[in-house]
């Protein structure tokens, strides 16, 4: 089942995404039993935004060989290195990743990502795991580097409004595979060349590893989101890119990219 939030004539939305291109709305949040309004919508006359907006974005570094050696900082880790991305640097399917006021060095980074469930997830072990994700969906974890090797932290460097493409939908069943998203392609391309290609079999710790160790240092609460990852290949962006980032069985999230947003309204519709 694909779950997208939607902006139509009547507001923003939770739906259910058909075969058809039909966007089916439902009663409140899809955690739970989803119960339908009976309002349709044809996908092209309604705007996908973020299929989710998170508590918290809980994002793991340096999680793909290939990647550590590319960026040159030292041996992979021995656990799961974590850092946050705030919620506001959500934005959806479609959005504008702005460059931040004088930066020339921000990459893009293509990325599973993990929607947390209506149970949660609290001290679970691996085999707990797969009862409390809800589905997964595609994102782009954007990084300023030049900030990311200065600051010594990451908070900064990964944390401007729009430094977190998701969507287009949450597949809450992959198909053939149901929860398990053990060997999916990840891909990203920039106006049209294949910049990263990895596999979700070359993570170094799998999905049910991450969440697990998350759960022992936070409550991830419905709706959170845990980046996974990112393959080898990040590399700069620029404004008047597109850049897609496309995982096997979920779509393609695609995202422009443009210069400094220097107005004061945080957030829009996302």
Known sequence: ????????PSGMSFGVLDGDGQVAQIEGHPFGTISFTGQRYAQADVRLLSPILPSKVVCVGKNY????????????????????????AVIGPGDAIRIPPGSTNVHHEAELAV???ARGARHVSPEQVPAS???????????????????????????????CPLGPWIETDLPGLGKDPADL????????ELRQSGRTSQLLFDVPTLVSHISQVMTLLPGDVVLTGT???????????????????????????????????????R
């Open 1 to 8: 089942m694909r779950i997208v939030r939607f902006a139509s």
């Open 65 to 88: 060989s290939a990647h550590v050696a590319e960026m040159k900082t030292g041996d992979a880790p021995s656990e799961p290195l974590l850092f946050l991305k705030p919620s506001t």
């Open 115 to 117: 929607v947390i469930g």
């Open 133 to 163: 994700i809800f589905g997964y969906t595609i994102a782009n974890d954007v990084t300023e580097r030049d900030m990311q090797r200065n600051d010594g932290q990451w908070t900064r460097a990964k944390g401007f409004d729009s430094f």
């Open 185 to 192: 392609e990840v891909t990203c391309t920039v106006d049209g």
């Open 231 to 269: 393959p080898s290949g990040v590399g700069p962006l620029a404004p008047g890119q597109r850049v897609e980032v496309t995982i096997e069985g979920l779509g393609t999230l695609t995202n422009t990219v443009a210069g400094a947003d220097t107005t004061s309204t945080a957030g829009g519709a």
